[in-house]
C-alpha cells in the first residue's frame, strides 16, 4: 500500500510530466501557463511541530495567549505567589559552608541559618529563593497546569534535611566538625546540587519507562499519615529557635524522642525575648489566617500576605532593638547578592544519592500532579501526567547546575494563586520577576530578621497537617485497613526519618493489598438482608466470595467450601435431605417453586473477575469434593471470557457444562 509520503511524491511527478510532456515541446512559456497547486505542509512538518509543542506545551499556549482576559489575573496571582515566595523560600538551617559561592560563610567560621523552609534542609537562605526561582522558570516551558506554584515545600525540604545530617559532617552545639562525613570533603551546597541533579534522573527514567503508575500505591491515608509524621519533623526542628536555644542534631532511629528530651532540658535556659517574639509570631499568625484573611476573602481574591508583613515587622524590631547584640537572638545574618554563577554539579556523588533520590524524587511528582489533576478538573481543562513527569525532571535537571535543593509543588502557594484568578503558566513569570529582584537587590535587607520569626510561619503552616488526625475516625468506619495504614505511615515517619518512614509506609501498604487478596471476605449472607423481589427458601444458606480467585486464596476458597461441606451433612428426615444450598452471591436466585431432593451448593462466582492456573484447579478440587459427599455442586455467574478460557482448555470435559449456570436461580432450577 501506498505511503502518504509517496502519493505526495507521485502528484508532484505527474504535475512534472504535464508541465513538460503535453505536446512534447520544451518551451518555456508553455512552463509558465502551468499553475501548481499550493502544497499542503508536509506531515513531516507538522509532526515535528507537533512533538515540539508536546515536548514544550509553552509553544502551544503563548502564540495563542489573550491579553485582555488573561493578563490582569496572571499578574495579580504572579505578584501574590512571589511575595509567599520570599519569607516561605527562605527557610532553611544551614549548619555547612560553601567553598566558593559563598566563601564569605566559609571565612566567618558560623552557623549561618537560613530563613522559612530551607531551614529545614540544611542549606543558606537564599538557596531556598533560588530553588524557587529556578524550578518555577524552567516549569514554565514543560508543564501543563496552570495553576500550581513549583518551589520549596516542607515534606521535600525535610527529606533533603535528613539527607545532609546522614551524610554530611557532624557538628556539636557550637557548629564545629565534631566527625567527617561519609562522602569525604563535600559541601553542603555541593551535596544538595547533585541530589537535585539524582531526582531528575530518576523522574526521567521514570517519564521514560512510563512508571509514573507507582504513585498509585501511595494512597490518600499514606500521604495524609506520612506528612502528618513529617509535620513533627517540621515541627520539632523549629522549637529551639522559638526557644533560643542551641540543641545538637540527631539521626536515625528515634531522633524525635532524643530532640524532645533535648529541648527540655534547655528550658531553663530559653532566651525569654525569643520566646515573646516567638508567641507574637504565633498569635498574630494564627489570628490573621483564621479570621482576618476569611474575612477580606469576601471583598477580595487576594489575601492579606501575613507571612510577609511579619517579616517586615521583624526586621524593623530587630534593627531597633539590636536583637543580635543585646538579647543574643538568631538573626538571618549575610545573604549574598547577586545572580549565582552556573557550575556542573559533582556527578561522582550521584550513586551515593539515589537511594534517597528515588523517595524524594516520587515525593515530589505526587505533589505536583494530586494538584494538578485537582486544579484542571474545577477549570476543566486537561493536563498530561506523562508531560508533567518529564517537567520534574527537566526542571530538576536544569536547575542542579545552580545552588539549589530538590522542590515540588507548595499546596498553599497553589491554593491563593488558583484563587487570584491565575489564567496560564505565564503567572510564573511575574512570580519570578520578583523573586529575583529580591536575589539581586533585596536579599540584605532581611539580614536583620530574626530566626524565630520564621519559625513561627513554619509552626503555624502546620496546623493544616497536624489537624489531618480528624481523619482517622472516619478510616475506621470505612476500612481498618485505611486506619492501619495512616497511623503505621505516621508512627514510621515520627520514630524514623522521613525517607525510612516513606519506605515503611509504602511497604506496609502493599502488604495489606496483599492480605486483602489473600483472605477475601468469604462468609455468610443473612437471608434478611436479601431484596424481597428475590424469595431464597429458609433452608438455603448463602456464602460471598469477594475477590478474584487466584494463587493466594484458592486455600480459603477451598477449605471454607469443604468445612460447608462437612458440617451441613444431616441424617434423613421423612425420607428427603434438608436440602442446603450454599450461595456466594452477586446476582440473587428467582423464588423457588420446589424442593430439590438432594443437597445442592450453588457458588455465584460474579464476583470473580479473573481465575489464574490454581483457581481453575480448585474449581475442579471442590466440585469432585462434593461429589464424594453427595452434594451437587453448581457454579453461577462467571464471566464469558473465564467460560471461554474454560472451553479452550478442554475442562467441561472434566466438570461437566451443566454445572456452570449464568444466574443462582438457573442454578438452583437445574437441581430441581
Known amino acids: 500500500m501506498p505511503t502518504v509520503f509517496q502519493s505526495y511524491k507521485e502528484c508532484a511527478q505527474s504535475e512534472e510530466r504535464a508541465a513538460t510532456e503535453g505536446d512534447g515541446s520544451t518551451d518555456p512559456e508553455s512552463l509558465v501557463e502551468v499553475k501548481p497547486r499550493r502544497r499542503r505542509p508536509s506531515i513531516q512538518k507538522r509532526d515535528v511541530l507537533n512533538a515540539a509543542k508536546s515536548f514544550m506545551p509553552i509553544l502551544d499556549w503563548l502564540p495563542k495567549y489573550n491579553i485582555k482576559e488573561n493578563l490582569h489575573g496572571d499578574l495579580i496571582a504572579g505578584l501574590t505567589v512571589g511575595i509567599m515566595h520570599v519569607p516561605q523560600g527562605d527557610h532553611i538551617l544551614f ?38 526561582f529556578f524550578s518555577s522558570s524552567f516549569y514554565t516551558f514543560f508543564g501543563t497546569s496552570r495553576h500550581i506554584s513549583i ?58 519507562s512510563r512508571l509514573g503508575f507507582i504513585t498509585a500505591y501511595l494512597s490518600d491515608p499514606l500521604v495524609s499519615g506520612f506528612t502528618t509524621g513529617a509535620a513533627v519533623h517540621v515541627f520539632m526542628s523549629q522549637a529551639n529557635k522559638v526557644f533560643g536555644v542551641k540543641m545538637p542534631r540527631h539521626s ?10 533535648d529541648i527540655i532540658k534547655e528550658i531553663p535556659n530559653t ?23 476569611p474575612y477580606v476573602k469576601k471583598y477580595s481574591k487576594i489575601p492579606v500576605p501575613l507571612e510577609l508583613i511579619l517579616v517586615i515587622l521583624g526586621t524593623v524590631f530587630s534593627v531597633v532593638m539590636n536583637l543580635k547584640e543585646d538579647y543574643h537572638i538568631k538573626i538571618v545574618d549575610v545573604i549574598p547578592r547577586g545572580f549565582p554563577v552556573p557550575s556542573p554539579p559533582r556527578i561522582t556523588l550521584i550513586l551515593h544519592l539515589l537511594s534517597d533520590a528515588v523517595p524524594i524524587a516520587i515525593v515530589c511528582y505526587i505533589f505536583i500532579i494530586s494538584m494538578a489533576k485537582l486544579f484542571a478538573k474545577k477549570h476543566k481543562y486537561r493536563i498530561d501526567s506523562s508531560q508533567e513527569m518529564y517537567a520534574c525532571s527537566f526542571f530538576s535537571l536544569l536547575s542542579s547546575f545552580f545552588p539549589v535543593y530538590p522542590v515540588g509543588a507548595s499546596l498553599s502557594r497553589s491554593a491563593v494563586c488558583e484563587l487570584s484568578g491565575a489564567k496560564t503558566l505565564l503567572y510564573t513569570v511575574f512570580s519570578s520577576a520578583l523573586l ?12 536583620p530578621l530574626p530566626m524565630c ?56 501498604a502493599i502488604i495489606t493489598v496483599v492480605l ?42 477451598i477449605d471454607v467450601l469443604q468445612g460447608t461441606f462437612a458440617d451441613e451433612r444431616i441424617p434423613h428426615t421423612m425420607n428427603h ?38 483457581g481453575v484447579d480448585a474449581l475442579k478440587e471442590t466440585y469432585e469434593d462434593a461429589k464424594r459427599a453427595g452434594v451437587s455442586l453448581y457454579f453461577a455467574g462467571f464471566n464469558d471470557s473465564i467460560i471461554q478460557m474454560l472451553n479452550t482448555i478442554d475442562f467441561f470435559n472434566t466438570v461437566p457444562l451443566s454445572a456452570f449456570q449464568s444466574t443462582v436461580a438457573d442454578a438452583a432450577n437445574q437441581s430441581i
Open 436 to 447: 529575583l529582584t529580591v536575589i539581586l537587590f533585596l536579599g540584605p535587607l532581611l539580614e
Open 252 to 261: 536515625g532511629m528515634g531522633m524525635i524522642i532524643y530532640m524532645v528530651r
Open 516 to 557: 486483602r487478596e489473600q483472605w477475601p471476605s468469604f462468609t455468610d449472607v443473612p437471608l434478611s438482608t436479601i431484596a424481597s423481589s428475590q424469595k431464597v427458601p429458609d433452608f438455603a444458606k448463602v456464602l460471598k466470595f469477594d475477590a478474584p480467585l487466584h494463587f493466594a486464596n484458592v486455600t480459603r476458597f
Open 95 to 132: 549548619r555547612h559552608t560553601h567553598a566558593t559561592v559563598f566563601r564569605k560563610w566559609e571565612d566567618s567560621k558560623k552557623i549561618v541559618t537560613g530563613m522559612a523552609y530551607a531551614s529545614l534542609a540544611a542549606v543558606p537562605p537564599i538557596v531556598g529563593l533560588y530553588s524557587s
Open 453 to 508: 520569626i520564621l519559625a513561627c510561619i513554619v509552626i503555624v503552616s502546620l496546623k493544616s497537617l497536624f489537624m489531618q488526625v480528624k481523619e482517622l475516625p472516619r478510616l475506621w468506619k470505612i476500612s481498618k485497613h485505611d486506619f492501619a495504614v495512616w497511623s503505621i505511615a505516621c508512627l514510621a515517619t515520627v520514630l524514623c526519618n522521613v525517607t525510612q518512614g516513606l519506605v515503611i509506609a509504602v511497604a506496609f
Open 577 to 614: 435431605f434438608l436440602n442446603l444450598v450454599v450461595i456466594v452471591i452477586i446476582h440473587l436466585p428467582s423464588p423457588f417453586q420446589t424442593l430439590p431432593s438432594e443437597k445442592v451448593v450453588v457458588v455465584d462466582c460474579a464476583a470473580i473477575s479473573y481465575i489464574d492456573s490454581m
Open 271 to 293: 532566651n525569654l525575648m525569643a520566646l515573646a517574639i516567638s508567641v507574637f509570631g504565633i498569635v498574630f499568625l494564627s489570628i490573621g489566617r483564621d479570621y482576618v484573611n
Open 151 to 208: 518551589g520549596c515545600f516542607a515534606v521535600a525540604s525535610m527529606m533533603v534535611g535528613a539527607v545532609q545530617m546522614q551524610l554530611m559532617p557532624a557538628t556539636d552545639v557550637n557548629g564545629t566538625t565534631a566527625a567527617p562525613g561519609p562522602l569525604g570533603d563535600v559541601t553542603s551546597l555541593e551535596l544538595t546540587s547533585a541530589l537535585t541533579l539524582a531526582v531528575g534522573i530518576v523522574q526521567f527514567v521514570m517519564a521514560l
